[in-house]
């Protein structure tokens, strides 16, 4: 069974930066895409971006491209997602997602992830 735990959230000013963990277990992740999406107050869940774990080609949201890096450690079955000039509106619960084999668009769509975390709640002050 998948499973999926986050963790590194916590509050930091407008400008910082906060590096977020997945750990991941429960199966071989050779065929697996990784993604972070995220839910702010009263909206949906977003992509934040995502990760092949093999050969590690990463997408970003267009919203965190040049300030949010996707990386992995395969010996350690860790996702990460590095968070810099962070931003107020980058506040959410953050969470880790991942699928087996090829998603569609990039793997935007949520509903295309079958396994989740808890989610870890980033908050950026102003």
């Known amino acids: 069974q998948v499973q999926l735990v986050e963790s590194g959230g916590g509050l930091v000013q407008a400008g910082g930066s906060l590096r977020l963990s997945c750990a991941a277990s429960g199966r071989t992740f050779s065929n697996a895409r990784m993604a972070w999406f995220r839910q702010g107050p009263g909206k949906e869940r977003e992509f934040v971006g995502i990760i092949r774990w093999i050969g590690g080609y990463t997408v970003y949201a267009d919203s965190v491209k040049g300030r949010f890096t996707i990386s992995r450690d395969s010996t350690k079955n860790m996702l990460y997602l590095q968070m810099n000039s962070l931003k107020p509106e980058d506040t959410a619960v953050y969470y880790c997602?991942?699928?087996?084999?090829?998603?569609?668009?990039?793997?935007?769509?949520?509903?295309?992830?079958?396994?989740w975390g808890q989610g870890t709640q980033v908050t950026v002050s102003s």
């Open positions: 997602a991942t699928l087996f084999g090829s998603p569609t668009s990039y793997g935007r769509n949520p509903s295309e992830y079958p396994y």
